[in-house]
């Protein structure tokens, strides 16, 4: 079972844009959607970029190299209906993000 781990405070999240930042050595990108934070592996499944640079509108975030969407809640690919990335706990305590990895 994993833990959560401190990541950043919560204004060094972009409102439109990914976090992307290693945990455990896992790379994961963290997203602002309205107010809530959420965390999927930083591989899209189009051809294993990082998210970086990408853009988040709503639920969706959008690859920049190819422009693959996939939803950020579910982990869903938008692409591929049977394509779906890891997705992680987030939690905010004391204007913190910490995001939970599962061994």
């Not at 409102?15 to 591989?43: M, R």
């Not at 959008?62 to 939690?91: A, D, F, M, Q």
Request: hydrophobic share 35%.
């Amino acid at each position: 079972m994993g833990e959560f781990i401190k990541v950043c405070p919560v204004e060094e999240i972009p409102e439109n844009e990914p976090l992307v930042v290693e945990i455990d050595g896992f790379p994961v990108a963290i997203c602002k959607v309205a107010g809530k934070f959420y965390a999927i592996e930083d591989i899209c499944p189009h051809q294993g970029a990082s998210y970086d640079g990408g853009e988040v509108e709503g639920e969706v975030l959008t690859c920049p190299l190819h422009g693959w969407r996939t939803n950020v809640v579910t982990g869903k690919s938008l692409e591929s209906e049977n394509i779906e990335i890891e997705t992680y706990e987030v939690k905010v305590e004391e204007g913190h993000v910490y995001v939970k990895i599962e061994d």
